[in-house]
């Protein structure tokens, strides 16, 4: 599967250029037509009677292409059309007129007497609620509890954000249908749920049209960043695969630290070492053989801690316990790399803005954050970013100056450049206690071997849902490090 994921500007862009590439937009919609009579047979083939909702664009056109290659094929087919055919213009008006089976109004349509009910109302660029005939039919359809197929997103569905447009209704769908590339909406939740099935179509547009238009938002696979993925040099020693630390927090809350700590050693680093109070170590010490321990009661015994030994990476915030925000400055001072997590990013509850003063102090450190959903409200507090996942992490990484990996089961990993990727590989079984943890030792034991923030981030994210994977039910955090020799070993 291609990687682009296209805004819905960005695909407005693409048709429009596409006709002087050779790709002119009445064959464009005749293949987008066909890719969905294919699609329905497809999925259902079983299938005789089709009711196609059909709207007043180019979505509508797709929709009358679609009906006219059924019908052909043997189908019983009907129209239900939100407006009459002689409203319609261009190509959507020229597909309408080809199509010589029934149509009627859409609020009159009957659906419980469908196999299936093709949706083609509204494309990924609607930014407005459903209304009217629409908003009736998509209740209707609902109730009717007809398998649904949509026709590049379920009507209603925003494209760019996931999220119904105008916080209106939206169709659930079977299966969907999609052209060219997908949409930030087809992998972001709720929209992920909404789509159903993905099926994404070659239409025949050029990809050098793709190319121009400059997408930098991508799904996130390993051809994204497997060629920055650190590959040990025969010859090596372990400091040369780098040097991690990992604050830890007080003795009765040492799981989160270890956690961080062991992977990423299986991530790849090549020492890990554990700082903090004794009385916590001592914990550590029956659990670990491969961490190293060493002592620190404070910011200042961190600071020497990390002074005696070159250090690559660092993890804060794993069940760090108090006095950490100090050992966040520590950190982004000394180590050559830092993640923060959970209650590195607490401290700061209200005022992001001071962490990202700490952050600016040495622009030389990569930097990647890792919140939840209630670390980011917490920390950014009154002054959360808006809009949809994609554009609260993004702004959040201009605003700390960091990489930004919003987790969740649509986690979204941004950069300050502007790029971002959005995962769909995580199962539901990672959302368990510590699971993040882990989550931000891969990505410091990938920092650690020198990988670029973005790439360490989008890796990590993309490695912690495979390890996740192979575990399936009954996961907990503890299973994850070992699970991930076998991950990474495919990737070689």
Same mark, same amino acid.
């Given at each position: ?18 006709? %002087? ?89 009957? +659906? ?14 609607? #930014? ?26 379920? #009507? ?34 709720? $929209? ?58 007080? /003795? +009765? ?6 956690? #961080? ?39 200042? $015994?961190?600071?020497? %801690? ?12 794993? $069940?760090?316990?108090?006095?950490? /925000? ?15 997590? %959970? ?8 005022? *992001? /803005? ?8 040495? *622009? ?10 209630? /670390? +980011?409200?917490?920390? +950014? ?5 808006? $809009? ?67 790439? %360490? ?36």
């Amino acid at each position: 599967m291609t990687l682009e994921l296209l805004s819905t500007t960005e695909m407005a862009d693409a048709d429009r250029r596409a006709p %002087a590439a050779g790709a002119p937009a009445e064959a464009l919609m005749e293949a987008a037509g066909r890719a969905v009579a294919d699609a329905a047979l497809d999925l259902w083939p079983l299938a005789r009677r089709v009711v196609v909702m059909a709207g007043p664009g180019n979505n509508g056109g797709d929709g009358y292409v679609a009906a006219r290659l059924l019908a052909a094929r043997g189908l019983e087919v009907a129209v239900a059309a939100l407006v009459p055919r002689e409203r319609l213009k261009g190509d959507a008006a020229a597909a309408a007129g080809r199509w010589e089976g029934p149509v009627v109004p859409l609020a009159e349509a009957e +659906f419980s007497g469908a196999d299936v009910v093709i949706d083609a109302l509204f494309g990924a660029g609607l #930014s407005r609620a459903l209304d009217g005939a629409a908003a009736n039919a998509v209740e209707r359809l609902r109730t009717a509890a007809v398998p649904t197929l949509a026709v590049d997103v379920p #009507s209603g569905l925003d494209g760019d954000t996931g999220r119904p447009a105008g916080q209106g209704a939206v169709v659930r769908a079977g299966a969907t249908v999609t052209f060219v590339r997908l949409k930030p909406g087809h992998v972001l939740y709720p $929209g992920r749920a909404l789509c159903g099935r993905l099926v994404l179509a070659d239409i025949g547009m050029p990809e050098r049209v793709v190319e121009s238009v400059g997408a930098t938002v991508f799904l996130n696979r390993p051809a994204l960043w497997l060629a920055a993925l650190p590959r040990p040099e025969p010859e090596g020693h372990k400091y040369g695969r780098g040097h991690c630390v990992v604050w830890t927090g007080p /003795e +009765f809350a040492t799981g989160a630290a270890r956690l #961080s700590a062991v992977a990423a050693l299986r991530a790849g680093a090549g020492a890990v070492t554990l700082i903090g109070p004794p009385s916590a170590l001592r914990i550590h010490a029956a659990h670990v053989t491969a961490v190293m321990l060493r002592p620190a009661d404070d910011a200042a $015994g961190f600071a020497a %801690a990390v002074a005696l030994r070159r250090t690559d990476a660092a993890v804060v915030g794993p $069940g760090a316990g108090e006095g950490v /925000e100090e050992i966040v400055r520590r950190a982004l001072d000394l180590a050559g790399a830092v993640v923060l997590d %959970a209650d590195a990013l607490t401290a700061f509850a209200g005022r *992001p /803005e001071d962490l990202a003063a700490a952050i600016a102090a040495r *622009p030389d450190r990569p930097v990647v954050v890792t919140p939840h959903e209630g /670390e +980011f409200g917490r920390l +950014f507090g009154d002054a959360a970013p808006s $809009g949809s996942k994609l554009e609260r992490a993004r702004e959040a990484a201009v605003r700390l100056g960091a990489v930004v990996a919003l987790k969740g089961p649509d986690t979204v990993v941004a950069s300050l450049d502007g790029r971002a990727a959005i995962a769909d590989n995580a199962p539901p079984y990672l959302a368990t206690a510590g699971a993040g943890d882990v989550l931000a030792g891969i990505a410091a034991g990938l920092l650690a071997q020198r990988t670029p923030a973005f790439e %360490a981030a989008a890796a990590a994210v993309w490695i912690h849902g495979e390890a996740a994977k192979a575990i399936g039910r009954g996961l907990i955090a503890d299973d994850l490090p070992g699970a991930l020799p076998a991950v990474l070993a495919a990737l070689d």
